[in-house]
């Protein structure tokens, strides 16, 4: 850990230059230029098919971009299979829809990776998951399969899941979307104890609650551009472009 | 104009009403529930009994089950004696008498490791999977074919009957999962020359009928290998059975792959996994899990099948007892013959069935 926090002052946790995409003639990343510095909590708004959730799952090669470059702690992304499951350790990710992976308990689905990817024994692995599951309030839970869970549950255990990984920087593509009104409020909490730790986050979100207390700068973007790019105090209160405007008049006028 | 409702005495859980039971009451429900329905019913009782009575009268009542020879048979039922005095062809073809018990070892090393493996309470399934897979087939073989270990050898032409068509189904179902499920991940593949070989196989053996394929490896293969090389005949049709199931089987478990969300493969993926663990760990399990119906029903009709391999001279059990039926001491038997060949079929098959039912209970996780 130590070797990881002396490299962590000097280089940025995520840098991208340049970096465009196309979904067939579909023109859907523009010049994204972003860094996002190790400890930074970025939060990115938008209107639907902005291709903010493109842009995050760029990071970790989910999606493949055409054009620029992306390093990730220090890596560069290339086609290379090896190196992108490189950097894949060191990028945790929870989504819209969890994925939890319905045939394994919820303990086998945070203690798989460690044990297969990261070569864990298995009591190690199993003890980590615990921690993570009990971090996120829902060890009790260790046992039951993710079908048995709650929304906000199962989204608890995703976020535990990518935790075991160790990783550097958490990607969060829309993590309360999914859920029923009633259950924001505890995967939303579990993400602001995960910033006052300190870890890195990008998330895609329309919580502006979440935003104006966590966030260190909130982006916007439309139509596969960085329109506007400020501290949430700034942002919410004083936007610059028209189309910022709009778009906050749209979700937070009712 | 107040348009408040408050209500704030808790009302108490109450169990929930008894539905009614008793026999008159199920069958003024279910059977005679109106005039049309109690007419169906009454139609579909009748047809029952009007086929099932002679049936039963001739299977059962009328049948004559002791004896040696067809002058047992005279009440004009079914002639079972048929059955019975031929039961051990049947069963083990032309195997020498003298040395059945080690086809009757290999069918109970058999039943034991299929039990250990089915039944839930049974421990260390790792092992019993090493076992049956690996270790298993090795001993079946010297066990069936001898050869060594002091064993005299008994080449496969004279294996007939039940244990054959036990080894042909038996090994076609092994082998054919696993090529089938390769194929399958081959068809899906971004590499475009393994995707084409997939391709191309299974549309080659999903596009010609058993017949042929079994025919082929008969008759053709010969030409094309050395002659030093000489092949077991059942060898060559244990390999077109299974290449031509395999292909049928890679058709099933594409089907899963494709029912499996994208979402959970990015998740693996996202957690650094590689591509084989993603399939390993991940989609396969649930994917195989939900095509557990068709997989059995791929496993059913290559069960089914085997009995095909009559047309090149193999006696698997429906070919020995139509061998029989041609005994001109047993002339005119052939329906006993035939209910039997189904009889011993349907118990096999109906058997995988309701393991493949139970299965899907004990796997179901509740999503």
Same mark, same amino acid.
């Given at each position: 850990m130590t070797s990881q926090t002396a490299k962590a002052d000097d280089t940025p946790m995520i840098e991208m230059r340049g970096l465009n995409k196309w979904y067939g003639d579909f023109h859907v990343l523009r010049d994204i230029d972003l860094t996002v510095q190790r400890g930074e909590r970025i939060v990115i708004c938008g209107p639907s098919g902005s291709g903010k959730s493109t842009l995050i799952r760029c990071i970790n090669h989910l999606e493949e971009h055409q054009q620029g470059e992306i390093v990730v702690g220090g890596i560069p992304m290339t086609q290379d299979v090896k190196r992108?499951?490189?950097?894949?350790?060191?990028?945790?990710?929870?989504?819209?829809?969890?994925?939890?992976?319905?045939?394994?308990?919820?303990?086998?689905?945070?203690?798989?990776?460690?044990?297969?990817?990261?070569?864990?024994?298995?009591?190690?692995?199993?003890?980590?998951?615990?921690?993570?599951?009990?971090?996120?309030?829902?060890?009790?839970?260790?046992?039951?399969?993710?079908?048995?869970?709650?929304?906000?549950?199962?989204?608890?255990?995703?976020?535990?899941?990518?935790?075991?990984?160790?990783?550097?920087?958490?990607?969060?593509?829309?993590?309360?979307?999914?859920?029923?009104?009633?259950?924001?409020?505890e995967v939303l909490d579990v993400m602001v104890e995960l910033a006052e730790e300190g870890m890195t986050m990008l998330c895609v979100t329309h919580e502006m609650g979440f935003a104006k207390t966590v966030a260190d700068r909130v982006i916007f973007m439309d139509q596969g551009q960085i329109i506007e790019e400020n501290a949430p105090e700034p942002f919410f209160n004083d936007p610059q472009s028209e189309r910022t405007k709009l778009f906050l008049s749209q979700i937070l006028g009712h | 104009m107040s348009k408040l409702t408050l209500n704030t005495t808790p009302v108490d859980a109450r169990p929930a009403p008894k539905r009614s039971i008793g026999a008159i009451a199920w069958l003024r429900a279910n059977l005679f529930q109106g005039p049309i329905n109690s007419v169906l019913s009454l139609?579909?009782?009748?047809?029952?009994?009007?086929?099932?009575?002679?049936?039963?009268?001739?299977?059962?009542?009328?049948?004559?089950?002791?004896?040696?020879?067809?002058?047992?048979?005279?009440?004009?039922?079914?002639?079972?004696?048929?059955?019975?005095?031929?039961?051990?062809?049947?069963?083990?073809?032309?195997?020498?008498?003298?040395?059945?018990?080690?086809?009757?070892?290999?069918?109970?090393?058999?039943?034991?490791?299929?039990?250990?493996? #089915?039944? &839930?309470?049974?421990?260390?399934?790792? =092992?019993?999977?090493? *076992?049956? %897979?690996?270790?298993?087939? !090795? @001993? +079946?073989?010297?066990?069936?074919?001898?050869?060594?270990?002091?064993?005299? #050898?008994? &080449?496969?032409?004279?294996?007939?009957? =039940?244990?054959?068509? *036990?080894? %042909?189904?038996?090994?076609? !179902? @092994? +082998?054919?999962?696993?090529?089938?499920?390769?194929?399958?991940?081959?068809?899906?593949?971004?590499?475009?020359?393994?995707?084409?070989?997939?391709?191309?196989?299974?549309?080659?053996?999903?596009?010609?009928?058993?017949?042929?394929?079994?025919?082929?490896?008969?008759?053709?293969?010969?030409?094309?290998?050395?002659?030093?090389?000489?092949?077991?005949?059942?060898?060559?049709?244990?390999?077109?059975?299974?290449l031509f199931q395999s292909a049928y089987m890679a058709e099933v478990v594409r089907g899963g792959l494709q029912a499996i969300p994208k979402g959970q493969e990015e998740a693996a993926a996202a957690l650094g996994m590689g591509y084989w663990k993603r399939m390993g760990l991940i989609v396969l399990p649930q994917a195989l899990k939900m095509m557990i119906p068709g997989i059995v029903n791929t496993f059913i009709a290559l069960f089914k099948d085997t009995s095909l391999v009559l047309i090149i001279g193999l006696f698997d059990l429906l070919a020995i007892v139509q061998a029989a039926l041609a005994d001109a001491d047993w002339l005119g038997y052939s329906i006993e013959g035939y209910v039997f060949v189904a009889f011993v079929f349907w118990i096999f098959c109906f058997g995988m069935s309701r393991y493949s039912q139970y299965l899907e209970r004990k796997l179901h996780t509740g999503h």
């Open positions: 992108i499951e490189q950097i894949r350790h060191h990028v945790g990710m929870v989504f819209q829809h969890f994925n939890l992976f319905p045939h394994l308990s919820v303990l086998e689905n945070c203690s798989l990776a460690p044990i297969w990817v990261q070569k864990k024994p298995r009591r190690e692995a199993e003890a980590l998951a615990m921690q993570y599951l009990e971090r996120v309030r829902i060890a009790e839970q260790a046992h039951k399969f993710p079908g048995q869970l709650s929304g906000g549950q199962q989204q608890r255990v995703a976020i535990a899941r990518s935790l075991c990984m160790h990783p550097e920087v958490m990607l969060f593509d829309e993590p309360t979307s999914a859920l029923d009104p009633e259950m924001i409020k | 139609l579909a009782i009748w047809a029952l009994i009007a086929g099932l009575t002679p049936l039963i009268q001739w299977a059962i009542i009328d049948a004559d089950w002791i004896g040696t020879s067809r002058e047992a048979c005279s009440s004009g039922g079914a002639c079972w004696v048929f059955i019975s005095a031929r039961f051990e062809q049947f069963i083990y073809g032309f195997y020498p008498s003298e040395l059945r018990w080690r086809v009757n070892l290999t069918f109970v090393l058999f039943a034991v490791m299929i039990a250990w493996l #089915a039944l &839930p309470r049974l421990p260390a399934k790792k =092992l019993a999977a090493v *076992l049956t %897979l690996v270790i298993f087939p !090795i @001993v +079946a073989f010297y066990l069936l074919h001898g050869g060594s270990f002091g064993m005299p #050898a008994v &080449p496969t032409h004279r294996w007939g009957g =039940l244990m054959l068509t *036990l080894v %042909l189904a038996v090994v076609g !179902i @092994v +082998a054919a999962l696993p090529i089938g499920v390769v194929l399958a991940l081959g068809r899906q593949s971004k590499m475009p020359i393994v995707k084409s070989i997939s391709v191309v196989f299974i549309e080659f053996w999903r596009g010609v009928p058993l017949i042929t394929v079994l025919f082929m490896a008969s008759v053709m293969l010969p030409l094309f290998v050395p002659t030093e090389v000489d092949m077991d005949k059942l060898v060559r049709a244990l390999i077109g059975i299974t």
